[in-house]
């Protein structure tokens, strides 16, 4: 079933910089899929059309099944530095009406669903990088979205809280089923995640090639140093260095 | 007891003790100028006089500073919702700061029938533009990626201006008001000494005017004393309250460890 279908958009901002032209895609119901390309690509514009945050200068975006619940993760953790890790959490459900008890309750499954059980009363500054942004993935989980949105979530990180979190949102995927569209400048990070990957060109940005991952769930740190992982993100590297040169 | 504290008392107390011992030393009259001790006598001598007069300032004062709260923060919130509001008006509140208070208080002086409320307006005016400049930046300086999520769950306008520009808008908003605070003494003291005896009530500046009329120059120190004490006091309650309501999250409220 699709979810989402983009067909041909283009984007042109304000200053005539061109950042999509003509991209097409569709989003599978459920999947785990990336989008690969260099740093400027229009990879992020794109996930920002898709979450409604602009419009497309041309071409739709059409939801076959109706809009869903979505959820968006920044490149930034992007929380209120006035507001505890639950304040944090809660805030989809504070603007969506729901009353202090039930958001409050509802936000405390999800921390705990990112491994934060007992830093619900901590303020962002008082965490790690790694944790603001556990707190920012439970804050996009918190409504339940169907769609979640992701825009280099990790990049900012070190190598050894980035395995983790990747390998926690694995799981976090495969326990509540939404589907996860996950934005990247790594061949690597995109091949340990996804079931699909697109590959973008540079600016203007539009899909160049798709390739599946076929490796099974769950994907351990072990397939992380498979030589199946290694053939893949060689066959990936190859096509982005395609895409780049296009 | 850290060097914070240690190193500026010492400092007072032996620049204090240099002053004593100058007018002592070189026989300097009390009119030309007294020394610590006699300023110190004259407070306790004159508290009668004083007292009542600080009253009156402190008075000015806290009215002009809560006046430039509301009308600063009212503005600022007005700037933020509507751009052509803000280009019409900013320059205007813009030539009120930079006009010299003394230079348009005698106008306001003559203007206004009621004394008090003539020196209420020039210490609003001096104390209004850093409340209002300040928390104009702080509506602004919201997180753009923030603004998004907001927008993403569909918030009002409304609850996007209460539950995240006001709290963004508050560090900035704060910084204001401990300038503001300061100016607010500064505005009131100034149109005292402009409206000199006009006012029936009279505060510390006329009293520091009438003490040099009648070369009373130990009472004019005290009185000195006594605004100096009143600005530094307004600057820590609200540099205290500053830190009471960022502590918890923002940088500038963050201990050195």
């Not at chain 1, 740093?39 to 945050?53: A, E, F, N, P």
């Not at chain 1, 799981?171 to 061949?187: C, D, G, I, K």
């Not at chain 2, 508290?47 to 809560?66: D, K």
């Amino acid at each position: 079933m699709t979810l989402v279908r983009v067909r041909d958009v283009s984007r042109v901002f304000a200053n005539g910089v061109q950042a999509l032209d003509g991209a097409s895609l569709d989003i599978e119901a459920g999947e785990f899929l990336s989008v690969l390309g260099p740093s400027g690509c229009g990879k992020s514009t794109l996930l920002r059309l898709i979450g409604g945050l602009a419009e497309p200068t041309a071409g739709t975006i059409e939801w076959p099944q109706g809009r869903p619940d979505l959820g968006f993760v920044f490149q930034e953790p992007t929380l209120m530095p006035w507001s505890t890790a639950l304040a944090n959490v809660a805030l989809p459900l504070k603007l969506r009406g729901l009353s202090r008890s039930d958001r409050e309750a509802r936000a405390a499954e999800a921390l705990a669903g990112v491994g934060l059980k007992g830093f619900e009363k901590s303020y962002p500054r008082e965490l790690s990088g790694g944790m603001k942004m556990r707190v920012s993935i439970a804050r996009a989980l918190v409504t339940s979205p169907k769609l979640l949105l992701m825009d280099e979530p990790f990049a900012a990180l070190d190598e050894i809280t980035r395995r983790r979190l990747n390998t926690d949102l694995l799981e976090l995927w495969q326990r509540t089923h939404f589907t996860a569209v996950f934005v990247t400048h790594s061949v690597f990070e995109s091949v340990f995640l996804s079931q699909r990957i697109v590959v973008m060109s540079a600016r203007p940005g539009r899909v160049r090639s798709e390739l599946a991952i076929p490796a099974p769930y769950p994907r351990s740190e072990s397939f992380g140093t498979s030589a199946d992982y290694a053939a893949l993100c060689r066959l990936t590297s190859a096509q982005l260095s395609e895409a780049m040169a296009a | 007891m850290s060097a914070r504290i240690v190193a500026p008392v010492l400092m007072g107390l032996f620049m204090l003790a240099l002053w004593e011992g100058l007018v002592r030393a070189m026989a300097i009259p009390p009119y030309i100028l007294p020394g610590p001790i006699l300023v110190t006598k004259t407070l306790v001598s004159d508290w009668g006089t004083l007292w009542p007069a600080l009253l009156v300032t402190l008075t000015i004062t806290l009215q002009a500073l809560l006046a430039a709260v509301v009308v600063g923060v009212l503005l600022a919130l007005l700037f933020s919702l509507s751009r052509w509001i803000e280009l019409s008006l900013f320059p205007y509140a813009i030539i009120l700061q930079v006009t010299p208070i003394v230079a348009i208080a005698p106008l306001i002086i003559a203007w206004v029938d009621d004394v008090n409320v003539s020196l209420l307006i020039c210490a609003w005016l001096v104390a209004f533009f850093p409340i209002l400049s300040n928390t104009v930046l702080g509506l602004r300086s919201v997180d753009r990626n923030l603004l998004d999520l907001f927008e993403l769950y569909g918030a009002s306008r409304w609850r996007t201006l209460l539950d995240l520009r006001l709290p963004a808008a508050l560090p900035y908003f704060l910084g204001g008001l401990r300038i503001s605070g300061g100016l607010a003494l500064i505005g009131a003291v100034v149109a005292e000494f402009v409206a000199g005896s006009g006012g029936r009530e009279s505060g510390l500046a006329y009293r520091i005017l009438e003490s040099g009329y009648q070369l009373k120059i130990p009472r004019m120190f005290a009185a000195l004393v006594l605004i100096s004490a009143t600005g530094i006091a307004i600057y820590l309650l609200l540099s205290l309250l500053s830190h009471l309501l960022l502590r918890r999250w923002h940088e500038s409220a963050l201990k050195e460890e």
